[in-house]
């Protein structure tokens, strides 16, 4: 099988939900043959040789000025080339912002339809069944995509990286494409880049606020909690988004990824999003609402208002 | 400015169907159908500029077991009018044929200015649509904003960005999914809403009204075809305190991680 992977870069590397979706390729599905599609203003050989390294056989690039950042238009247009020129039976993305809003789009050029943040996929006969949760994950629908290509993009967080690639330098070609003024209607301005000045990934102990915060100063509770237990705080997107919090504590899909011993969710509904960053050993949820798909995930919830329960806590564990 | 609101209607996922056909009509309430989250959110996108520039919104629904219901809200919360696109031949759980619906319902609605959506739909998981509707259509397009502002030329809007923001320009003519962000939080019903709600006759729109062939848009002509839907059951067994005092609460908590072993710090 033909398959053509969308190649994201990010902070000067091959982003790591790519990796993933390139690890599950290879330990998935026999006889494969992998090529990446990589578009860019300049192109490192650096990302070239990694994705070699893990697995991919061919890297067909596209380069042009209009390349530098990723808008749907000129980037759209880039990958249709490429899919014109290798003929794949499989494109696949992984389902970053920029993997969401691209393959749609290509799968409608190609007068198709595409499965969505897939945790996992396996082969039925020359075909793909993609599996995908829903309903705030409450059920899991198994897709296929019928017709001469497939598309499809896998939700951030559900591959792991192989941790020690083998392959080889790949095969590079390169396609030429060019833009005219109908590809430029959106312009780009600027991308702000969150100041990550905290690192999360390593931090034992977490004590993370939601929506339920509702404003800045109720983080002092959370910020205290955490000190108490030698751990740092962290926020979901809706409170980094309003400035509750600075955005370096952001967690989850947009934000940092982390994997500690003890996880204190408070006011978090559990939004995929958010929960795709989370590993952690033991969870424990404070919420109002017990539907909350979070509640799902933990090991222990206390279904109360946080701001009643926090203050409680923490005296007691002083 | 002409601003068109496509929303869905959903069943609530606050509702925990043990079953797994979500539209079973005879199994859920009229409380438990609501909009889509983010189909509020881009209403709300809308409202705020008919509240700072003069619009007229319409709202347009064509998934759901009653639009009306979700369409007499979306007039409820601000929006001019509504319109219900219904058919029973109608397979909207492949993206690509929800959005070849909407760009008929366009086609027919004729003239607008800017097309707003929820990023995603929730109950399938379908984020595709906005994008694939862009595409149809080819009109400029930005997807998960966060945040929009009127400028000469058009918008310009933030949109969500692993990592951080991304600031973007675009033309009035354009379309924009909208997220649950701050800026997008909706708006509740008014009193004179609601009113207007009742007295609003919301015309009801079937395929051949939009010239559109069943046979296009009907579960045969899907490419995304649905092997299975299953419950998730997770095996996580969690330990729930829901009843008691706020500090009996965390008493029952501290002695259960004491007993489990749980180490509480660094």
Not at chain 1, 26 to 40: C, H, N, P, W, Y
Not at chain 1, 71 to 83: C, E, F
Not at chain 1, 232 to 251: K, L
Not at chain 2, 179 to 204: C, E, N, W
Request: hydrophobic fraction near 45%; charged fraction near 25%; proline fraction near 3%.
């Amino acid at each position: 099988m033909k398959i053509l992977v969308f190649i994201q870069i990010r902070d000067d590397k091959v982003e790591e939900n790519t990796l993933g979706i390139l690890n599950k390729i290879k330990t998935s599905i026999q006889g494969v043959e992998i090529i990446g599609a990589l578009l860019g203003k300049d192109l490192k050989d650096r990302w070239i040789q990694e994705l070699g390294l893990h697995g991919v056989q061919q890297v067909v690039t596209a380069t042009a000025p209009e390349l530098e950042v990723f808008l749907s238009a000129t980037y759209t247009k880039a990958m249709m080339k490429i899919i014109n020129n290798v003929n794949p039976r499989f494109v696949v993305a992984a389902g970053t912002v920029y993997g969401e809003d691209l393959i749609p789009r290509l799968a409608v050029r190609s007068n198709t339809s595409c499965a969505q943040r897939f945790v996992d996929f396996t082969v039925e006969g020359d075909g793909l069944h993609f599996h995908t949760p829903v309903r705030d994950d409450q059920a899991m629908k198994v897709t296929q995509v019928v017709g001469d290509i497939i598309f499809a993009t896998s939700r951030p967080g559900a591959f792991f990286v192989d941790e020690n690639p083998t392959g080889t330098a790949p095969n590079v070609t390169n396609v030429s494409v060019t833009f005219d003024d109908a590809d430029r209607l959106v312009k780009h301005v600027e991308i702000k880049k969150a100041e990550r000045t905290v690192n999360l990934k390593d931090a034992k102990v977490i004590v993370a606020a939601g929506r339920g915060v509702a404003g800045k100063e109720n983080f002092q509770i959370i910020r205290e909690l955490a000190d108490l237990l030698g751990g740092q705080i962290g926020a979901t997107r809706a409170c980094t988004d309003v400035h509750w919090v600075e955005e370096t504590y952001e967690i989850g899909q947009t934000g940092q990824s982390v994997s500690p011993d003890l996880y204190i969710a408070a006011g978090i509904s559990g939004a995929p999003q958010h929960m795709s960053g989370v590993k952690a050993k033991t969870l424990i949820v404070i919420n109002k609402d017990e539907g909350a798909p979070i509640i799902n995930y933990a090991d222990y919830a206390i279904i109360g208002d946080m701001h009643t329960i926090l203050p409680i806590l923490k005296e007691k564990l002083k | 400015m002409k601003i068109i609101v496509f929303i869905q209607q959903i069943v609530s996922t606050q509702v925990k169907l043990q079953g797994v056909d979500y539209f079973d009509a005879s199994r859920v309430s009229d409380d438990d159908l609501v909009i889509n989250p983010t189909g509020k959110n881009a209403i709300e996108g809308a409202l705020k500029l008919k509240d700072s520039q003069g619009a007229e919104v319409t709202a347009v629904c064509v998934r759901g077991i009653k639009p009306n219901k979700a369409l007499k809200e979306a007039i409820a919360m601000g929006c001019s009018n509504a319109i219900e696109i219904t058919d029973e031949a109608f397979y909207t759980d492949d993206p690509y044929l929800l959005a070849k619906i909407y760009a008929k319902a366009l086609e027919k609605i004729g003239e607008y200015d800017l097309i707003l959506l929820g990023v995603d739909e929730q109950s399938t998981s379908s984020y595709a649509a906005p994008a694939m509707l862009a595409e149809m259509l080819n009109v400029p397009s930005v997807l998960t904003a966060e945040e929009m502002e009127m400028i000469d030329s058009g918008f310009r809007v933030g949109h969500v960005l692993e990592g951080g923001k991304k600031i973007v320009e675009v033309p009035q003519k354009a379309l924009i999914s909208c997220s649950d962000s701050q800026y997008f939080i909706p708006r509740y019903t008014t009193m004179r809403g609601i009113l207007a709600a009742k007295k609003a006759v919301i015309p009801i729109w079937s395929a051949a009204d939009l010239g559109l062939e069943t046979s296009k848009v009907n579960v045969d002509a899907a490419s995304l075809k649905q092997i299975s839907l299953s419950n998730i059951v997770i095996e996580k067994e969690t330990f729930l305190i829901n009843e008691g005092e706020p500090e009996e609460m965390v008493d029952k908590l501290l002695a259960k991680l004491k007993e489990d072993e749980v180490k509480l710090g660094a």
